[in-house]
């Protein structure tokens, strides 16, 4: 039987977190893509004020990602921590829908909204703990997965809920889809995951390091520069995801319906090609496949650079989903194996990466377009990945 059928068959772990982070995927898919639009027109936030309040709901994130991650590695457990975050989707995005006021918006945003957010990495994190028994093939293949389920999710439920608010004179309503899916994601951890037992070994309880020492892991200067390196590959995401529309409608003469389109299809390409990337890590190294999908990446966004027409960007899209699959998914195999025996911890350095990368990709939009347009930043991006898989091959030289 295929090994990603068998993993599922037999571990209810692994298909009921699965489940649950495609419900999670889902009450993103559903409200990320108007949040900025409901929060700015609908609600008559400021761009600034609007600005502000994502970058202390990531910052949010980031502290409670590894709050989180610090208590179920402190008490080895993860349901329970589970549970309370997911629920705070349902507080967050229900208390939006159902009283749409700048006040709610920013304090759901920046509180309940925040916590729920660390469902995510907190459902790698619940996994990798019960895939450390697991050969290391499994465990590829059980992220993958993971990461899959949310692809998934994006491939699916954008263009739904965009086709329903076509009929709406609001797109508030998009916060109750967002609502109903994380309350399926609470349902499915508290009926799917059975509590936490402590690990036995020959009949003795296992017991571990304190959690403190493995947090201070975190800044450690080794820890520090690898986490740059993965944010630095990573960030070609949040180059792509600014240039993209911008060449799209401007140089290449395409429309709004084409940017739709495009990342539709790419996501669509990233659910296939996460396969391709979970098999590739079973013959090479981590870095190697790393520093080949940044490269891969960095071709894509050269190529974007020199666009001129909508047809030429779909073509090399097919190299950005190629790429793309990697870039998302190989990367959360390297964290969560970055603190050995700290699953909750490691976990967490998904958020850090995630706000990390966005911050560096900022960074490289704003000294592109300042040197020469969109494409010059779509240009350092590129390269700005491939320096951070250099950095991790140099790191990891020595590691088999």
Request: proline share 4%.
């Given at each position: 039987m295929n090994p990603w059928f068998?993993?599922?068959?037999?571990?209810?772990?692994?298909?009921?977190?699965?489940?649950?982070?495609?419900?999670?995927?889902?009450?993103?898919?559903?409200?990320?893509?108007?949040?900025?639009v409901i929060g700015i027109r609908e609600l008559g936030l400021s761009d600034n004020t609007y600005a502000a309040v994502a970058l202390v709901s990531s910052l949010a994130n980031v502290m409670l990602a590894i709050l989180s991650g610090f208590l179920s590695d402190r008490?080895?457990?993860?349901?329970?921590?589970?549970?309370?975050?997911?629920?705070?989707?349902?507080?967050?995005?229900?208390?939006v829908w159902l009283n749409p006021t700048p006040l709610t918006f920013i304090v759901a945003t920046v509180a309940p909204l925040a916590l729920f957010h660390a469902t995510n990495s907190m459902l790698f994190g619940n996994v990798r703990a019960h895939t450390e028994t697991f050969d290391p093939e499994e465990a590829n293949i059980a992220n993958s997965l993971m990461r899959m389920m949310v692809?998934?999710?994006?491939?699916?439920?954008?263009?739904?809920?965009?086709?329903?608010?076509?009929?709406?004179?609001?797109?508030?309503?998009?916060?109750?889809?967002?609502?109903?899916?994380?309350?399926?994601?609470?349902?499915?951890?508290?009926f799917g995951i059975q509590p936490d037992k402590p690990p036995l070994q020959a009949g003795v309880v296992v017991t571990r390091p304190p959690a403190m020492l493995e947090l201070a892991k975190i800044l450690a200067p080794g820890t520090i520069m690898r986490i740059m390196g993965i944010a630095l590959i990573t960030q070609v995401l949040s180059v792509n995801g600014a240039v993209l529309p911008l060449i799209v409608t401007g140089r290449a003469n395409g429309v709004s319906a084409d940017i739709g389109l495009i990342v539709g299809l790419v996501a669509l390409l990233e659910v296939v090609f996460i396969f391709f990337w979970a098999w590739v890590v079973r013959k090479i190294k981590m870095t190697t496949a790393l520093m080949i999908t940044a490269a891969m990446y960095c071709v894509y966004l050269v190529l974007l650079s020199w666009t001129t027409a909508p047809w030429q960007v779909y073509a090399v899209s097919i190299i950005a989903g190629f790429a793309a699959a990697g870039v998302i998914s190989l990367p959360i195999s390297y964290l969560l194996d970055?603190?050995?025996?700290?699953?909750?911890?490691?976990?967490?350095?998904?958020?850090?990466?995630?706000?990390?990368?966005?911050?560096?990709?900022?960074?490289?939009f704003a000294l592109g377009t300042t040197?020469?347009?969109?494409?010059?930043?779509?240009?350092?991006?590129?390269?700005?990945?491939?320096?951070?898989?250099?950095i991790l091959s140099y790191l990891e030289r020595d590691r088999v």
């Amino acid at each position: 039987m295929n090994p990603w059928f068998s993993i599922l068959r037999d571990h209810k772990v692994v298909r009921a977190s699965a489940a649950a982070i495609f419900l999670y995927g889902f009450a993103g898919g559903a409200s990320a893509p108007y949040q900025a639009v409901i929060g700015i027109r609908e609600l008559g936030l400021s761009d600034n004020t609007y600005a502000a309040v994502a970058l202390v709901s990531s910052l949010a994130n980031v502290m409670l990602a590894i709050l989180s991650g610090f208590l179920s590695d402190r008490f080895q457990s993860y349901r329970t921590p589970l549970l309370v975050v997911s629920v705070f989707g349902v507080v967050g995005y229900g208390a939006v829908w159902l009283n749409p006021t700048p006040l709610t918006f920013i304090v759901a945003t920046v509180a309940p909204l925040a916590l729920f957010h660390a469902t995510n990495s907190m459902l790698f994190g619940n996994v990798r703990a019960h895939t450390e028994t697991f050969d290391p093939e499994e465990a590829n293949i059980a992220n993958s997965l993971m990461r899959m389920m949310v692809s998934l999710a994006w491939v699916i439920v954008p263009g739904i809920v965009g086709l329903i608010l076509a009929t709406q004179e609001s797109m508030i309503l998009s916060y109750l889809f967002a609502a109903i899916a994380a309350g399926g994601c609470f349902l499915m951890i508290l009926f799917g995951i059975q509590p936490d037992k402590p690990p036995l070994q020959a009949g003795v309880v296992v017991t571990r390091p304190p959690a403190m020492l493995e947090l201070a892991k975190i800044l450690a200067p080794g820890t520090i520069m690898r986490i740059m390196g993965i944010a630095l590959i990573t960030q070609v995401l949040s180059v792509n995801g600014a240039v993209l529309p911008l060449i799209v409608t401007g140089r290449a003469n395409g429309v709004s319906a084409d940017i739709g389109l495009i990342v539709g299809l790419v996501a669509l390409l990233e659910v296939v090609f996460i396969f391709f990337w979970a098999w590739v890590v079973r013959k090479i190294k981590m870095t190697t496949a790393l520093m080949i999908t940044a490269a891969m990446y960095c071709v894509y966004l050269v190529l974007l650079s020199w666009t001129t027409a909508p047809w030429q960007v779909y073509a090399v899209s097919i190299i950005a989903g190629f790429a793309a699959a990697g870039v998302i998914s190989l990367p959360i195999s390297y964290l969560l194996d970055l603190i050995k025996g700290r699953p909750g911890l490691s976990a967490s350095l998904i958020a850090v990466n995630m706000f990390l990368g966005a911050a560096l990709g900022a960074m490289f939009f704003a000294l592109g377009t300042t040197l020469g347009g969109y494409g010059t930043a779509s240009i350092l991006g590129g390269i700005g990945g491939i320096v951070g898989a250099g950095i991790l091959s140099y790191l990891e030289r020595d590691r088999v």
